[in-house]
């Protein structure tokens, strides 16, 4: 049976940013584009290395670095990839070698030049069932043995879950905004990204990380470019006149069902971690997310 060709595959056409893009922007790129990657270039045509959903999360939380620093200086490795003639085969053995879920299609062009004809994940390969169980096996085995020193050395939070943890999480977390505020799903999404965007913004850096690692992944990762130096334009009149806009309600209202949304992430992250939080919020803020009762739509 003849091999494969990637060329004969539909690829994931590749996001690409410059190495003096900010990691902010590669967040909201790759929010924007529902990819987990983006590629990082020179800006002359060479490419330096491929930046993953991970390496962010893992650049903010354990090397403490801002948002506003540039991709070059978070990105550490080199590039891996397979030429454009490779086979499936070659990107599984390239999986495999290096413990990697993300492999680049390169085709070379003069003056060393590289221009990347589409990214092929782990996922692309599981979903067309062009890799067998065994070999999936493998890659995450070799993943696991790959030293992970940020994570050793910081004894950083295991912040990505399996998938289905990462699902029941998300249902979960979602629900007690509706059972606390009597929103339905959509309405509780929605009330949910806006606030913790709030919070992330308006708290110190460290203390929107540490709530950043106890969110479900799904949250994760449209927030982490808001975790920035404490923003004194975040206030709870500002908040206020947000949800009122939004749902079209009363200011009354509107601060129940923030009360109730604070209600609902006490429920979903630990007593401690709520207790910090609080702590480093304003008293106009503190005073808003009081206790209440269940408000109805």
């Not at 709870?236 to 949800?243: D, G, M």
């Amino acid at each position: 049976m003849k091999p494969t060709s990637v060329q004969s595959l539909s690829l994931q056409k590749p996001l690409i940013l410059k190495q003096n893009s900010t990691l902010k922007q590669a967040a909201l790129a790759m929010k924007s584009r529902h990819v987990g990657s983006v590629l990082v270039s020179d800006g002359q045509g060479f490419l330096q290395g491929l930046f993953t959903d991970r390496d962010l999360a893992l650049a903010l939380a354990v090397d403490d670095l801002p948002a506003s620093s540039s991709l070059g200086t978070a990105t550490a490795h080199r590039l891996i990839y397979v030429p454009e003639e490779a086979t499936v085969s070659d990107v599984i053995e390239t999986m495999k070698k290096y413990g990697i879920r993300r492999v680049p299609v390169i085709k070379e062009l003069h003056n060393g030049r590289q221009r990347c004809l589409g990214v092929l994940s782990l996922d692309d390969l599981i979903r067309k069932n062009l890799i067998s169980a065994s070999e999936e096996a493998a890659i995450l085995r070799t993943q696991l043995k790959t030293p992970k020193t940020r994570q050793e050395k910081f004894k950083i939070k295991n912040i990505f879950h399996s998938q289905d943890h990462r699902e029941q999480s998300y249902y979960g977390f979602i629900k007690n905004i509706e059972t606390r505020t009597g929103l339905n799903s959509s309405q509780a999404k929605s009330l949910t990204q806006q606030v913790l965007a709030a919070l992330m913004r308006r708290v110190p850096a460290k203390a929107g990380k540490n709530l950043l690692s106890q969110l479900p992944y799904q949250l994760q990762m449209p927030l982490i470019g808001e975790v920035s130096p404490a923003d004194r334009s975040v206030t709870a009149k500002f908040l206020l006149s947000q949800i009122q806009k939004h749902y079209t309600v009363k200011e009354d209202k509107a601060r129940k069902l923030l009360q109730g949304f604070w209600k609902g992430l006490g429920d979903s992250i630990s007593p401690g971690e709520m207790q910090n939080l609080t702590r480093q919020l304003p008293r106009d803020m503190q005073q808003m997310f009081v206790k209440t009762k269940r408000v109805m739509m």
